[in-house]
């Protein structure tokens, strides 16, 4: 059992990251290729990215096999939503940690020896592993980033809403049926069951928690960056329909006013779809204004904002646009 203690300083600094990882969501979607069981909405996109992995994304998936271990030097503190700047900070990894990480594991037998340049911090080994990271993100994540941006939105839009009604103390309780939340006098407990087995217990120590929802990670896990926040990532409820790209609802309605239904899914602000999508806050407005229009969506206006939200028929439209 992972245990978190924390206080009322850890409480009052915990905040929840409105966008997933895409490293901690590469590295998970790397094991969760090898898994030989995985949710029933994940068994079409497991079979496709099999059938796509090529010998240049190896070095990468290579470190992704241990079911146990994933290296820390692959989910840089940066957290970063884009793909350029993450592999920046992996990039920059000094070679010490490489070879601390990768070296032993080495020797054990866990990695093959193949990995053995880039446990030296060989420039062309990470060259290697970075090529192979982008490689592996094409065919695994970002080919499917807009539906997972899209169900970390809405799995935070309830966590908001929880807030608002009930308090932090309820959201933390119903975060995810692998965590347990206790309060235990002056301080609480966020606890959950590690896979490895063992007891540990962690102490913010007034930091605060950062919560990372994830679509990709089969169980929480914890990352101790003893200069910021601990951080915590956890997966979000299982989706209720299959994993895809969406294409066809693209080719029918543009890439990006697709994409700008599907976060509107999650009733966001002008200002929010503008940045869920990556676009301008005025193209935002403009395509907002034409799925209105088109009767795909509704708006409203929630104090200084306005909120947009799914129709019916926008939400016929949006499952029926996500291929079987």
């Known amino acids: ?78 957290f970063s939503g884009e793909l350029s700047p993450a592999l920046a900070e992996v990039a920059a990894t000094p070679t010490s940690t490489l070879t601390a990480e990768l070296r032993p594991r080495i020797e054990a037998g866990e990695l093959p020896p193949r990995v053995g ?65 206790t309060p235990t006098g002056d301080t609480y407990e966020l606890s959950y069951r590690c896979a490895f087995g063992g007891d540990v217990g962690l102490s913010p120590g007034g930091r605060g928690v950062t919560l990372v929802p994830s679509y990709f990670v089969p169980q929480p896990a914890v990352l101790d960056d003893p200069t910021g926040p601990l951080v915590l990532t956890y997966p979000i409820r299982p989706a209720r329909r299959e994993l895809a790209t969406g294409q066809p609802l693209a080719h029918l309605l543009g890439r990006s006013r697709a994409a700008v239904l599907g976060v509107v899914a999650d009733g966001l602000s ?36 306005v909120v947009h939200t799914l129709t019916p028929l926008g939400e016929h439209m949006l499952r029926a646009g996500r291929p079987d």
């Open 270 to 305: 002008t200002s929010q779809v503008a940045r869920a999508v990556g676009i301008s806050i005025a193209s935002a407005s403009e395509h907002t204004s034409t799925l209105r229009r088109a009767g795909l969506i509704v708006t409203h206006r929630a104090g200084s904002s």
């Open 117 to 181: 340049p880039l446990a030296d911090g060989k420039p062309d080994a990470v060259r290697r592993l970075l090529d192979a990271m982008e490689a592996f993100h094409a065919v695994a994540v970002g080919a499917y980033w807009e539906t997972i941006v899209a169900a970390v939105h809405a799995d935070r839009a309830v966590r908001g809403r929880a807030i608002v009604d009930a308090g932090l103390d309820r959201v933390l309780r119903g975060l995810s049926p692998y965590l347990q939340f």
């Open 1 to 78: 059992m992972v245990t978190l203690h924390l206080s009322a300083a850890d409480l009052s600094r915990t905040v929840l990251r409105s966008e997933p990882s895409v490293l901690l969501e590469l590295g998970a979607a790397g094991q969760r290729v090898f898994q030989t069981t995985v949710p029933e909405h994940l068994v079409a996109w497991r079979a496709r990215t099999r059938a796509a992995v090529r010998p240049v994304m190896w070095p990468y998936l290579d470190l992704c096999r241990q079911e146990r271990w994933f290296p820390d030097f692959l989910t840089p503190p940066g």
